[in-house]
């Protein structure tokens, strides 16, 4: 399984193009499975910039999962904020807001973890998405590679840029941990930030966590210290026993994404389940 793993396009005023057509000769290098995109997808929820995501995501040759980042509400539009934050997102990306992707091999749910009446940057789940996670994955082949994606992160940065972590962070792991999730791809923190569920949630017997994979700003100039003025993305690799992620930078001279270290993680729910078999 193949996931290439953009976030924060944010079009409007902080978009570059350009670094946008290179994500798509990316894609049809490397012809991944699924493409995910985390959320802030435009800078301030216009329809202007909503038209510039659907041209985008047209031009994706692949099944794509896409969920809402705070970005992809208005902020200043306040009477629309409250009575109808996602009347462009609904009528431009998606019907949807969060959703169930199924493909060969992969389940995929995405979580809208926007929340433009209680927050203005940050996050939130609430118990029925969780209802809606659980659901959609105890439909899920056993063998399928099972996948969340959130705009909104779990874990805190080294530095604590991007803001404060979704609240019940280490909660709603142990829920999804329960639900067999193999891996959450997201966003929001606008840097390369890679970690586990173990960074929240002790296991005494020492089992690997989920991996929590959030990407860096694919196509805006916002990016943050160690990427500060750069454009990430992650190419995601999902075998029989482990995961691999290949961050990708943008290089100006060559215009192109390059491949950076892989950083190696193990299939988590099937390395537990091998080890309680043994016990």
Avoid at 99 to 109: D, K, M, N
Avoid at 121 to 145: E, K, T
Avoid at 260 to 274: E, H, Q
Wanted: proline share 9%.
């Amino acid at each position: 399984m193949l996931i290439l793993h953009g976030s924060d396009l944010q079009t409007g005023r902080p978009y570059r193009p350009a670094v946008a057509e290179a994500f798509l000769a990316l894609g049809r290098e490397l012809a991944p499975d699924l493409v995910v995109l985390s959320g802030d997808l435009t800078q301030r929820a216009r329809a202007s910039e909503f038209r510039t995501v659907r041209d985008f995501i047209e031009k994706l040759e692949v099944p794509v999962v896409v969920t809402p980042g705070n970005h992809d509400v208005p902020l200043y539009r306040v009477w629309e904020r409250v009575f109808a934050p996602y009347r462009n997102w609904r009528r431009f990306v998606s019907p949807q807001l969060d959703s169930v992707t199924r493909i060969p091999g992969a389940t995929v749910v995405a979580l809208n973890s926007s929340a433009p009446r209680r927050a203005i940057v940050g996050g939130r789940l609430d118990p029925h998405q969780v209802d809606f996670a659980r659901g959609a994955f105890a439909q899920a082949s056993a063998a399928d590679v099972r996948v969340l994606v959130t705009h909104h992160h779990f874990v805190a940065t080294p530095d604590g840029g991007g803001g404060r972590p979704l609240p019940r962070a280490a909660e709603l792991l142990r829920a999804f941990e329960a639900m067999g999730v193999d891996l959450v791809l997201g966003g929001h923190v606008h840097r390369t930030h890679l970690s586990t569920s173990r960074s929240l949630v002790p296991d005494e017997a020492g089992k690997p966590g989920i991996p929590l994979l959030a990407c860096g700003t694919t196509a805006s100039s916002r990016g943050r210290p160690p990427e500060e003025g750069a454009n990430g993305l992650h190419l995601v690799r999902v075998g029989e026993s482990g995961v691999e992620v290949i961050p990708y930078l943008f290089d100006e001279p060559s215009g192109s994404f390059e491949p950076a270290r892989p950083v190696g993680f193990p299939r988590w729910r099937l390395v537990a389940g091998a080890a309680e078999g043994r016990g």
